[in-house]
C-alpha cells in the first residue's frame, strides 16, 4: 500500500500540471445560471475525480457516506477519469452541456471553458467560505480580465529542492548551502556539472515545467496589466536563455535532456545522473521506491524563491458547471470535499497539501520524524505555502507552450540568439492569446 500510495502521489502531483484545449463555442447558462444559487440540499449529483481509484476508494467513499448522513436525501454518484483522455472527455462533455455536477480541475485548463461561461462564480456563491483557504489558492482561480473566480481549491503542491550530498560533495561545494536562487541553481549547476564529466550533471532544465516558473522567480512580467498580450521577451529573460544556452554549449546539460520533460528529470535524478531535482515532496518518496541509495544520499531544502521569497504552487480545484441539474448540492458538496477538516484527512494518507489555512496548523505540517523522510519535506513546502502563488498564468495552454518551448530549444540549442528566439516566442503565443 505504501508503494501504491507513493506513486498515486506523483500521479496527483502529475494531475496538477494537466491542461488542455479549450471549447470551440460556448453555451448558455443553464441551470445555474449567472447569479446566486439557491434551493434545497437534496437529490443526486456526479462528482468526478482525475485518477483517485482505485488508492483512495476508502477516503472518497467515506467522504460521500459523511455527506449523505449530514444532508438525508442527497445522493453522490462517483466516477473517476483516467488521465488518458480526460481533457478530450471534459471538453466534449461541457460543448455537450453534460459534465457532471462536481469537477476536479486545475486553473490553466478549466479557464478556457470558464471564458465561455461554463462554470458558475465561487466570489458570489462561495463567499463565505473564501477566507478559508490560503489567498494563493484562492486566486489560482480566477480568469485575468474577469470579474469572479470560479473554483474551491482542494489539494496543492509546492516543490522543494531535492539535491544529491554524494554529488555535491564529490564537485566540492557544501552540501549544506544549497541553491536558493536561479542564479545560483546555474551557478551551482555549472561547478556540478564539470565535476561530473558527463557521470552527472547539476540540474535538468525540463524547459516545459521551469521555463514560465523560473522567468516569473525572476520578475519578468509574463502578460501585460490586462492580461490581453505576452510580454516575457525583457532583457532578463534573455539573460537567463542566455545562461541556459551557455551550460548546454559547455556540456553541463545532457545533450538529450533539451525536449524533456519532468518525467524524465525523475529519472534522471533517481539514476544518480543529476544532483539537482526541483519537485514536489510527493517525488521524495518515488525516489525512495526506486532507488534507495539515492534516496539515502539525498537532502531537501526549501524551493528555489525569488527576491522577495515568492515560492510557485501548483493548484487542484472543485467547479461547479452551470449546467448542473443540482447545483445547490453540488456547491454543498464541493464545500465539504474542500472543508478543512477532510482536506487534512487527504493530506495525512498523500503527500499533498491542504489548501485551507486552518489544516495547515495541524503538527503533521511542522513535526519532523527523522525516521521519515518526507517530514521535512513536507514541513519545508508547508511552510512556503503562505508566499506562494500560481506562478504559471492559466493561459499557458499545451498550443502556448509548444511553440514557446520549440523557440527556446532552438536558442539553447545554439541556432537562434536568445532576443530573437523570444521576441519570436511572444509574437507566436500573442497570436494563439488573440484567438
Known amino acids: 500500500m505504501r508503494r501504491t500510495r507513493a506513486f498515486a502521489a506523483a500521479a496527483l502531483a502529475a494531475a496538477l500540471l494537466l491542461s488542455g484545449c479549450g471549447l470551440s463555442s460556448g453555451d448558455d447558462a443553464g441551470s445555474a445560471g449567472s447569479g446566486k ?29 459523511s455527506f ?128 561530473g564529466k558527463g557521470q552527472f550533471y547539476g540540474w535538468h532544465p525540463a524547459l516545459e515545467n ?17 492580461a490581453t498580450k505576452w510580454t516575457f521577451n525583457t532583457p532578463e529573460a534573455v539573460q537567463y536563455v542566455t545562461r541556459v544556452r551557455e551550460l548546454y554549449a559547455s556540456k553541463a546539460i545532457a545533450p538529450d535532456w533539451l525536449t524533456q520533460d519532468h518525467a524524465k528529470e525523475t529519472e534522471a535524478y533517481s539514476a544518480g545522473r543529476v544532483a539537482l531535482f526541483p519537485s514536489g515532496p510527493n517525488f521524495l518518496k518515488v525516489v525512495g521506491q526506486n532507488a534507495p541509495a539515492v534516496a539515502k544520499a ?58 485551507t489555512a486552518e489544516s495547515l496548523k495541524d503538527p503533521y505540517f511542522s513535526q519532523v520524524d527523522t525516521a521519515d523522510p518526507t517530514s521535512l519535506a513536507r514541513k519545508i513546502s508547508a511552510e512556503q505555502i503562505a508566499k506562494a502563488r500560481n506562478l504559471t498564468p492559466v493561459q499557458w495552454d499545451d498550443r502556448t507552450k509548444a511553440v514557446v518551448i520549440g523557440k527556446i530549444q532552438l536558442a539553447v540549442q545554439g541556432d537562434l540568439d536568445p532576443k530573437t528566439a523570444l521576441d519570436q516566442a511572444v509574437d507566436e503565443a500573442n497570436k494563439l492569446l488573440a484567438r
Open 210 to 226: 521551469s521555463f514560465v516558473p523560473n522567468l516569473a522567480k525572476l520578475g519578468v512580467p509574463l502578460l501585460n496589466d490586462g
Open 298 to 355: 539525498t537532502a531537501v531544502a526549501p524551493q528555489i524563491a525569488s527576491a522577495d521569497g515568492t515560492t510557485n504552487m501548483s493548484v487542484m480545484g472543485l467547479l461547479v458547471p452551470k449546467k448542473s441539474k443540482n447545483p445547490a448540492t453540488a456547491l454543498e458538496f464541493a464545500k465539504f470535499v474542500s472543508h478543512a477538516e477532510n482536506q487534512l484527512a487527504f493530506a495525512k494518507i498523500v503527500t499533498i497539501l491542504p489548501s
Open 68 to 195: 449523505e448522513a449530514k444532508h438525508p436525501g442527497t445522493t453522490v454518484k462517483w466516477v473517476d477519469l483516467p488521465f488518458q483522455g480526460a481533457q478530450e472527455k471534459i471538453t466534449n462533455d461541457a460543448q455537450a452541456g453534460t459534465l457532471p455536477d462536481v469537477v476536479n480541475l486545475n486553473p490553466n485548463f478549466a479557464q478556457k471553458l470558464e471564458k465561455q461561461g461554463v462554470f458558475v462564480d465561487m466570489e458570489a456563491n462561495a463567499g463565505d467560505v473564501k477566507a478559508n483557504f490560503v489567498p494563493g489558492a484562492w486566486d489560482a482561480f480566477k480568469v485575468p480580465g474577469q470579474a469572479g473566480s470560479y473554483g474551491l481549491p482542494w489539494y496543492l503542491t509546492s516543490e522543494i529542492t531535492m539535491y544529491n550530498k554524494d554529488l555535491f560533495a564529490k564537485a566540492g561545494l557544501d552540501a549544506n548551502t544549497p541553491p536558493k536562487t536561479i542564479d545560483e541553481l546555474l551557478t551551482q549547476a555549472k561547478q556540478l556539472s564539470a565535476a
Open 37 to 65: 444559487i439557491e434551493g434545497e440540499v437534496k437529490g443526486e449529483i456526479t462528482f468526478a475525480t482525475l485518477a483517485l481509484k482505485p488508492t483512495f476508494d476508502d477516503y472518497i467513499n467515506g467522504l460521500i457516506k
